[in-house]
């Protein structure tokens, strides 16, 4: 898997966000891989752009959105799940992509065995449909934030270290850090663009921020929701 110099990503969010469609997010741990074929994703543009983290500026939980692009952006949110970005543009603009959905495209039964932890029933359909979805699939944690993406050594093989020191048995520690790819579609494939869900005041402007990106026809993608006021 290759994956691009990270001047690659310090572009515009908005030109970035179509030319990730298609592409393939990885993350590897010492449980194994999963990737997801990119299929919706939302543009976040700083100080210009009210919808954003980084709308008022710099701070402990966004930091990582001021950093150079190339790097993973993981959040926790209403105290319920997870989202991953993907850090744009130069250091300072504070710029990112949210990965909306994807295609599992490897690590199937991972990815289910992730998405089964916090429900009773079998789940069916897509896996990675909706931000703390993905997020759940990857794996991706808070731990995450900030990491940047490189290719895997040649002959990088995903699972367990066991840490220096140890010896390897029942009492083995085993560690491994999290490794973050991306690898872009060899061409773009043709996408719509419309509002971001779930969007609340002038950020969620459907007519001046048509910033979600998708690939037509696919069943990951969301359905939109207009933001809802969320009571007290």
Request: net charge positive; hydrophobic share 35%.
């Amino acid at each position: 898997m290759t994956t691009p110099d990270p001047a690659w990503f310090e572009r515009d969010p908005l030109e970035l966000a179509p030319l990730l469609l298609g592409g393939v997010l990885r993350r590897a741990d010492a449980s194994g891989a999963v990737a997801l074929r990119l299929t919706e994703v939302e543009a976040y543009r700083g100080s210009d752009d009210p919808g954003a983290h980084t709308f008022r500026g710099k701070t402990a939980r966004n930091a990582t959105m001021f950093g150079p692009g190339g790097h993973v952006y993981c959040y926790f949110t209403y105290g319920m799940h997870h989202a991953v970005n993907i850090v744009a543009g130069p250091e300072g603009s504070g710029w990112g992509v949210l990965v909306r959905a994807g295609e599992v495209v490897e690590g199937y039964e991972l990815a289910r065995d992730r998405r089964h932890i916090r429900r009773t029933t079998v789940i069916t359909g897509e896996l990675a449909r909706g931000p703390g979805n993905v997020a759940q699939a990857l794996g991706a944690t808070l731990a995450d934030n900030g990491a940047a993406f490189a290719a895997p050594a040649p002959g990088h093989r995903v699972g367990p270290r066991v840490t220096a020191g140890h010896r390897v048995g029942p009492q083995a520690r085993i560690e491994m850090t999290p490794t973050w790819s991306f690898e872009p579609a060899p061409a773009p494939p043709p996408h719509r663009t419309g509002p971001r869900v779930g969007v609340s005041g002038p950020g969620g402007d459907a007519s001046a921020y048509p910033w979600r990106f998708w690939i037509p026809g696919e069943p990951s993608v969301s359905a939109y929701r207009p933001a809802t006021q969320r009571r007290r």
